[in-house]
């Protein structure tokens, strides 16, 4: 019976708002009702909050802990997330933790962050180290093409997107590439 009369409390509460008709306390209103009937407001954060996915939740909870340290994080979590990081995240916490790239895919995710730090010097050195270790790696050799010819260095260029061509089957690509060749040459 009173969990009756609760509900009927907070009926006329949010009736009595919706005809005031005051901009955003309708939906403040219309929050969650808890166990017992009781209303409880509802912030913005957590209106968000409730969209995201469990996942997203505890990715963002993870490269929370991952700011204050990776051994809380670790604590917390184990590597049961690092592979769900996007590679720039994966690549600064290796390099933190002082792990070296063991492969050419390695070498590769360094690269491609030294390119988006606009450190093309690094990348240069990242991807060679990466072709080193496989020299048909066709990620480092479709970026190695374009940084050669980003950098002027069109014969270098050339030779690497060659290389590309000749691994991929995929007409279109290769086609799209001629063109771009044709433009830039």
């Known amino acids: 019976m009173v969990e009756g009369k609760e509900s009927q409390k907070e009926g006329k509460k949010i009736d009595e708002i919706t005809q ?24 913005s954060e957590q209106k968000d909050d409730k969209e995201k996915s469990f996942f997203e939740r505890e990715i963002e909870k993870y490269r929370a802990f991952l ?3 990776w051994d809380s994080a670790y604590k917390r979590y184990g590597l049961s997330l690092f592979h769900s990081l996007s590679v720039e995240e ?12 063991i492969d050419a895919k390695d070498y590769y995710n360094k690269a491609v962050l030294a390119i988006q730090e606009n450190d093309l010097k690094k990348a240069e050195k990242y991807l060679d180290l990466a072709l080193k270790e496989d020299p048909q790696h066709p990620e480092s ?3 190695m093409a374009l940084l050669f010819e980003k950098t002027d260095r069109k014969a270098q260029s050339l030779n690497y997107w060659e290389k590309y061509i000749e691994l991929i089957d ?16």
């Open 20 to 43: 005031k008709e005051e901009p955003g306390k309708v939906e403040e209103a219309k929050g969650a009702i808890n166990v017992i009937g009781t209303k409880t407001a509802e912030t």
């Open 67 to 69: 700011k204050r340290s």
């Open 90 to 101: 994966r690549v600064k916490i290796m390099e933190e933790l002082g792990f070296e790239p």
């Open 141 to 143: 050799l479709f970026n």
């Open 170 to 185: 995929n007409e279109v690509e290769i086609k799209m590439i001629a063109d771009h060749l044709e433009e830039t040459v």
